[in-house]
């Protein structure tokens, strides 16, 4: 079986003319020889086994739509080789599937994520500020950008305020001129508010605690934790499948649908909770705060979910009271004028 030549169709899946081949069993899978000398190795699991009719020839499709084509007439080959080739199951072998039913669960639950969390630090920040702006032209191609300069200049103040001063990051922040009531990070550094998210707010100090939360998210590197997580989760379960390009097809798909974006619960008490202890050292109330997630709570449901990044707010609230509680004597100052943070809630008039 395995030195017997068969004669085949060859069809290249762009055109609908077809070469005349002969066809080679081997281990690794058939071995496609041309008429110019040249041979091609399409190995097992790179291709499907199709016969539409039960005397109609054998067909071999390797690749995605449209394939390319071997077909084969010979009824022998679906005694031979095609029979068994008909049987082998696409998925793992079944005593490995079996396993898998009790390791997998365990994988995607605490292993991928702690790796993700691990690895994700290791990122350099120069490639997270690549994949934030990658996202960002994404998500908001034709974003139009607030700017008056007496806002610009309110806001970088707020920033500056707010930043910590020991942080690797350049934390950019844009308002955007936009209804929604929320705020976006990236990993890199830059943030995204909305002018909703200004015209909601009481004062600037509810603003700071917003940003001091997205902030932790980069500081953090929750959104390149996602990313990590989904690319390797649905690259794992490709793989499982043995489709093609699974790695590079799974990262870019991973980017696209935006699932960095969209927080777990304890990753967004994390950035609570790491937001507060910034909001002391630089003194900004984090009663406000507090104010702020409330208006976000009302809100939070009308956002599409591809960019809704606050889940369950309700039991987030009641932990920041509990964590606001324990610092009764805390003494805030401003963190920024009274005119400045006038200047910032009209920062997109001029639009």
């Not at 696209?256 to 967004?268: A, V």
Request: include cysteine; glycine fraction near 6%.
């Amino acid at each position: 079986m395995m030195s017997k030549t068969w004669k085949a169709r060859y069809f290249d899946g762009r055109t609908a003319t077809h070469q005349k081949v002969e066809l080679r069993v081997v281990a690794q899978g058939v071995q496609v020889e041309f008429a110019d000398g040249a041979f091609r190795i399409w190995r097992h699991h790179d291709f499907r086994l199709q016969q539409d009719r039960p005397q109609g020839p054998i067909r071999l499709e390797y690749g995605n739509f449209p394939p390319e084509i071997l077909e084969i007439d010979n009824p022998e080959f679906r005694e031979g080789f095609g029979r068994r080739l008909s049987k082998r199951p696409r998925f793992l072998p079944l005593g490995l599937a079996f396993l898998s039913v009790l390791i997998v669960p365990a994988i995607i639950y605490w292993g991928v994520p702690w790796a993700s969390g691990w690895f994700a630090h290791f990122v350099p920040v120069s490639m997270e500020k690549r994949v934030g702006k990658y996202v960002i032209s994404k998500l908001f191609p034709n974003r139009k950008i607030c700017e008056t300069d007496a806002g610009k200049q309110a806001l970088e103040k707020l920033v500056a305020h707010i930043s910590p001063p020991e942080s690797e990051y350049n934390f950019q922040v844009e308002v955007i001129d936009s209804d929604w009531v929320n705020a976006i990070a990236f990993p890199g550094g830059k943030i995204l508010i909305s002018r909703g998210l200004l015209e909601k707010s009481r004062s600037a100090d509810a603003v700071a605690g917003v940003l001091a939360h997205e902030m932790q998210h980069v500081l953090q590197r929750h959104g390149m934790e996602n990313l990590l997580s989904q690319a390797a989760l649905s690259g794992f379960f490709k793989l499982l499948t043995v489709e093609e390009n699974a790695i590079v097809e799974t990262f870019l798909a991973s980017v696209q649908t935006l699932s960095l974006l969209k927080y777990t619960r304890e990753l967004e008490i994390e950035a609570d909770a790491l937001a507060l202890q910034l909001l002391h050292q630089v003194r900004v109330d984090p009663e406000e705060m507090l104010n702020m997630y409330l208006v976000l709570q009302k809100h939070v449901s009308s956002l599409p979910e591809t960019i809704s990044t606050h889940p369950d707010m309700s039991s987030r609230l009641q932990i920041l009271k509990t964590l606001i509680e324990n610092e009764a004597d805390f003494v805030s100052e401003p963190v920024i004028s009274t005119n400045n943070w006038a200047a910032l809630q009209n920062i997109c008039r001029s639009l």
